[in-house]
């Protein structure tokens, strides 16, 4: 997706995660991160976890990025979200990124455009602590983030 | 949910959906397949009490809404009115009415996501359907109305703690001695323009369960139906109050067993024991003993012990849901779902008289307070059930001791009943229809259960069924997640 002519750009960038819960925290991390940076245009929230309501806002949106830590696959994942058609799941407490692309289609008609950015975690216990190797692969999640809002921005995306 | 046939030749359904946390049900086959034993195990640690010693005790009605996404509001509350008990203050009256406010709309996003979004894809699309779509995706391509009904009126709920406190969850605006901030004007007359579409949208939800209820009367009435005790907290006429009622036990005929209980004697009447297969400790009634103590919490139980409902169009639902049971408590599992929007319906009506109160905008918002004894106790119905917050601290008023009780480790023993009770019904021998346990499943998602909460643990609950043979061997396994 390419943003161009004089209409600024308009991207929400989500940090999911418990900080209370040590690499579960990189995602409201890489948040505050993007923040810190001042990037034009981009919004960041952070959430514990995605909640339904949140899709009405995120379609207030260009592009929506969301971080989050991951407990499997690689070190750092930067990718599109698609629309799914296998078997989605979802639970009071668990909303997976595939479903928002889904029900957007369904319940508001409308295509979200929403990538992922996951981070591998390492541990998941009690603390505040982010582990020393999650937070540098947190930093490399951070440079894909901006540079993506960047070309997107210049239109190469 | 997978379902697998293991070479073995045994059964596993993994993980539940639409719940909470990790979970595993196991199904024990007696030689001539049928149903002999059911369990629903809770494989996560229990950490978060540990975490909380040594730090001050102020800090709790921040740190515990960490513990869930979905009921940050009760933590906080319970949080906060154990707080007030080791400061031995008590917070203003906007305080108090804003926090219930928050708290009431805890309880509409809550209900909300539970009846419209995990649930009633079973009623409307079917408990056979095919799975892929027996979700909030098919209901919305079903009924996209009722998906976007649910979604909004979720959002309201939400939009409530949002305006008040400046986050939708795990809030910062509720400390000892009141909130934070105090309303203004203009969020007061948003959060009423709410109402009207809440009440509709839940009254909807009433049409919808009343009407399952009526097309599929043997079905509801028979499933998970046991009798148990109750527990629920009751305003001084035994009224419906989930932000600062009693203790009631009600045992299984209806006979009121303790009332007007300060939640702060609890463990006079609530002890609890370890079990080897799960995480979660069983909770029981003290004075009747492990197991005849075993109780119910949650929406189902609190209609059962209160004796009226404070707003009219609640009371109307609540005078239908009594005479299910002619005088008696109701013990259908099922009958979860239509209490839960009958609670949702008075949260809405009573957020409406809260929000035209004249006190409701006032700046007197909080009580200040210090640290003047060592001990206090908090509780509050979350959505889920009672919830208790018990904190001991040392003279600095840094905790030493942090001991929470939820109201999904109070369901335990009732949710491994109602599993076996399902399972009895409609699992017979090892090639069981995926269908057949998506309403084992359902049985626990009448509870809409909050395994983060139990276990204070994170988890994004997967869930496995394992059914087993009467030699132990794994015949069919499913799994979600």
């Known amino acids: 997706m390419s943003l161009k002519g004089d209409r600024p750009a308009n991207i929400l960038v989500v940090g999911i995660g418990n900080p209370l819960r040590c690499d579960d925290g990189v995602g409201p991390y890489i948040a505050g991160c993007i923040e810190t940076r001042g990037l034009s245009g981009v919004h960041v929230r952070t959430v514990q976890q995605l909640l339904l309501e949140d899709l009405e806002e995120m379609l207030q949106y260009d592009q929506v990025i969301l971080a989050d830590a991951s407990v499997s696959g690689p070190p750092v994942d930067f990718r599109p979200v698609e629309k799914f058609s296998g078997q989605l799941l979802s639970s009071s407490h668990h909303l997976s990124a595939e479903l928002f692309v889904n029900l957007a289609a369904g319940v508001y008609h409308k295509d979200l455009k929403l990538h992922l950015c996951c981070v591998k975690g390492l541990s998941f216990e009690v603390g505040d602590k982010i582990s020393d190797f999650v937070l540098q692969r947190a930093g490399e999640a951070v440079d894909l983030i901006a540079g993506f809002i960047n070309n997107m921005t210049k239109g190469k995306v | ?481």
């Not at chain 2, 509350?77 to 400061?87: D, P, Q, Y």
């Not at chain 2, 406010?101 to 509409?108: A, N, S, T």
């Open chain 2, 1 to 481: 949910m997978d379902s697998q046939i293991n070479k073995d030749n045994t059964i596993l359904i993994s993980p539940v959906t639409r719940i909470e946390g990790h979970a595993k049900i196991t199904i024990d086959l007696g030689p001539d397949g049928s149903v002999k034993d059911a369990r629903f195990h809770v494989n996560e640690f229990r950490g978060f009490e540990k975490f909380c010693e040594g730090r001050y005790f102020t800090e709790m009605p921040t740190i515990t809404p960490r513990i869930c996404g979905i009921c940050p509001v009760s933590h906080s509350v319970s949080s906060a009115k154990a707080c007030e008990a080791i400061m031995g203050i008590k917070p203003t009256y906007t305080g108090d009415l804003l926090r219930r406010l928050i708290h009431l709309g805890q309880v509409i996003s809550s209900h909300a996501l539970s009846f419209f979004h995990l649930s009633s894809p079973d009623f409307i699309l079917g408990w056979d359907s095919d799975p892929a779509v027996r979700n909030i995706v098919g209901l919305a391509q079903q009924s996209p109305d009722l998906a976007l009904r649910g979604i909004r009126l979720r959002k309201f709920g939400q939009e409530i703690s949002e305006r008040i406190t400046g986050k939708k969850i795990h809030i910062m605006g509720i400390v000892p001695g009141g909130v934070g901030a105090p309303l203004s004007e203009e969020n007061r007359k948003a959060l009423l323009g709410w109402i009207a579409e809440a009440t509709q949208t839940t009254l909807m939800g009433i049409d919808l369960i009343k009407k399952y209820h009526d097309q599929n009367k043997d079905m509801v009435n028979s499933f998970a139906n046991f009798p148990t005790l109750y527990l629920g907290t009751v305003g001084p006429q035994g009224e419906w109050e989930v932000y600062d009622g009693k203790l009631r036990f009600m045992d299984a005929d209806g006979k009121i067993l303790e009332d007007q209980i300060d939640p702060k004697n609890y463990l006079d009447y609530i002890a609890e024991r370890a079990i080897d297969w799960s995480y979660l400790k069983y909770p029981y009634y003290k004075p009747y003993g492990f197991e005849k103590g075993f109780y119910r919490v949650g929406p189902l139980a609190r209609l059962n012990v209160s004796s009226k409902m404070k707003t009219p169009k609640a009371q109307k639902e609540f005078l239908n849901f009594k005479s299910i049971g002619a005088g008696k408590p109701v013990h259908g599992t099922f009958y979860f779902h239509y209490t839960r929007l009958i609670e949702c319906l008075s949260a809405v009506e009573e957020a409406e008289r809260i929000l035209k109160d004249p006190k409701i905008t006032s700046g007197d918002t909080q009580t200040a307070g210090k640290h003047n004894y060592n001990e206090g106790i908090g509780s509050s119905e979350a959505p889920r059930g009672t919830l208790f917050h018990h904190y001991k601290t040392d003279d600095s008023g840094r905790l030493t001791n942090v001991n929470l009780l939820i109201a999904t480790g109070q369901n335990n023993p009732a949710m491994n009943r109602s599993v076996l009770e399902v399972a009895k019904q409609y699992v017979h021998g090892k090639n069981v229809k995926e269908g057949a346990l998506n309403r084992v499943e359902a049985a626990i998602r009448c509870y809409d259960p909050c395994l983060s909460c139990s276990t204070h643990a994170i988890g994004s609950m997967p869930m496995l069924i394992e059914i087993k043979d009467h030699l132990g061997r794994t015949v069919h396994v499913l799994k979600r997640g």
